[in-house]
């Protein structure tokens, strides 16, 4: 049901702007109004529905072929307008969403969508700007490139894909050669060395809550890959002694893969869960206790385990814990339908609970996870989702 509710006027905004979620610090969310005339900045609590800040008016809109809002480092948040001359400066504003403050306005050569010219991209709570070939680049106060990670500048699916409960890492990963892959921090670009001895090859890295894995084998001798995990600072935390490779589609917890049989670890190298070998889709998820596996690649089955008792669960048919789920509480997923803005599915039975009604000719509907709170827009409304007293 509708909880705290609010409106396009009621928050200051010119008619018919519509509202889109940058992003939030705690339960402060950060939302972008869109305008026919320009951007529009603003702050929610969204637990309460009350303006923290703004609406900090950005700019008009000119020939702006790419518009898009990052957090920078909380409570810091970064827009750029590219234009359509590719080689021409963006433009870039830098606001503290914690005072409303605009700290930056003016040039910057980051650009939200290009092939050869540093393109920005979110990882957790910090935006980089990624170039094919050269690396990875930290983004400072004035919209200019700071800290430099050479590498292939390519970042793994993992920070581009689904939605995830967990509070994503401050790590991240790209190719640094033909084998190796480099990790390291998204706040200052810091390079983080795992603790191993020196007569081992690294290869492939995946980051995890709390940490990542790496794949390794002894210098030379291909034919031994195996697997050990490492918290945020590098140090060791497990190296189980089975061969294996990483899963990189798996990234709320390790699923190690070998030639006998696949399995679900902690960092700390506890067997989980082992995995019927009929299922061989990389794509999984973590709900609560619950493990999720895609049975097949268009991720419409998923197949369940209890982590607790390693039990298998219902076969969850549909698309709802793929690209469309939302946030889940452990036992009810959240997941946007073919029809719907949202709907609700009972992970024990895989049935669905409620449906919103989906939008018509005369009503958009949009709902959104901000921290952990729903959020729903239906036209020029804002309005929490919460349950029915």
């Given amino acids: ?50 303006r923290t800040f703004g609406p900090v008016r950005l700019g008009p ?52 969508a290009a092939q050869d010219k540093p393109r920005l991209e979110q990882v957790g709570d910090y935006a980089v700007a990624v170039m094919s070939g050269k690396g990875v ?3 400072g106060a004035h919209g200019e490139l700071t800290w430099f990670v050479p590498g292939d500048g390519i970042l793994p699916a993992q920070f581009a894909s689904w939605e995830r409960d967990a509070h994503p890492s401050t790590l991240a990963v790209q190719g640094r050669d033909e084998i190796t892959d ?15 001895p020196q007569n081992v090859q690294f290869g492939r890295a995946v980051i995890y809550p709390g940490g990542f894995g790496y794949e390794y084998n002894p210098v030379g001798d291909f034919s031994t890959e195996r697997v050990a995990f490492f918290d945020d600072t590098g140090k060791k935390l497990s190296a189980p002694d089975s061969r294996g490779t990483l899963e990189t589609r798996s990234v709320d917890l390790p699923l190690v893969r070998s030639a006998s049989k696949d399995i679900v670890l902690t960092l700390a190298g506890q067997q989980l869960l082992e995995l019927p070998p009929s299922l061989t889709s990389p794509d999984a998820r973590l709900i609560g206790s619950r493990f999720f596996v895609a049975a097949d690649k268009e991720h419409r089955s ?10 298998p669960g219902e076969t969850c048919e549909g698309e709802s814990l793929g690209f469309q789920y939302i946030a889940s509480d452990g036992e009810v997923a959240v997941a946007h339908g ?35 709170t729903l959020v729903q827009r239906s036209n020029d409304r804002l309005f929490a989702l919460v349950p029915p007293k």
């Avoid at 719907?340 to 409620?354: G, R």
Wanted: net charge negative; charged share 20%; glycine share 10%.
């Fill in 338 to 372: 073919k029809r719907t803005p949202a709907q609700a599915i009972d992970l024990t039975t895989c049935d669905v609970l409620w449906s919103i009604a989906g939008s018509t000719p005369d009503e958009a509907k949009e709902v959104w996870k901000v921290n952990t």
């Fill in 1 to 50: 049901m509708p909880g705290w509710t609010t409106t396009v006027g009621e928050l200051a905004l010119p008619p018919s702007t519509v509202v889109r979620p940058v992003g939030y610090v705690d339960d402060r969310g950060v939302f972008l109004g869109i305008a026919e005339d320009g951007w529009w900045l603003f702050g929610l609590d969204v637990t309460t529905g009350q």
């Fill in 61 to 112: 809109a000119g020939e702006a072929t790419d518009f898009k809002c990052y957090v920078n480092g909380p409570p810091v948040v970064l827009c750029v307008r590219q234009g359509p001359d590719p080689n021409a400066p963006s433009t870039a504003w830098v606001v503290d969403s914690s005072s409303g403050t605009v700290k930056y306005d003016g040039p910057t050569e980051l650009h939200v």
């Fill in 182 to 196: 480099v990790v390291f921090s998204v706040v200052d670009g810091s390079i983080v060395k795992p603790s191993m």
């Fill in 137 to 139: 680049y930290g983004v």
């Fill in 302 to 311: 998923w197949r369940q385990f209890d982590l607790q008792t390693g039990e």
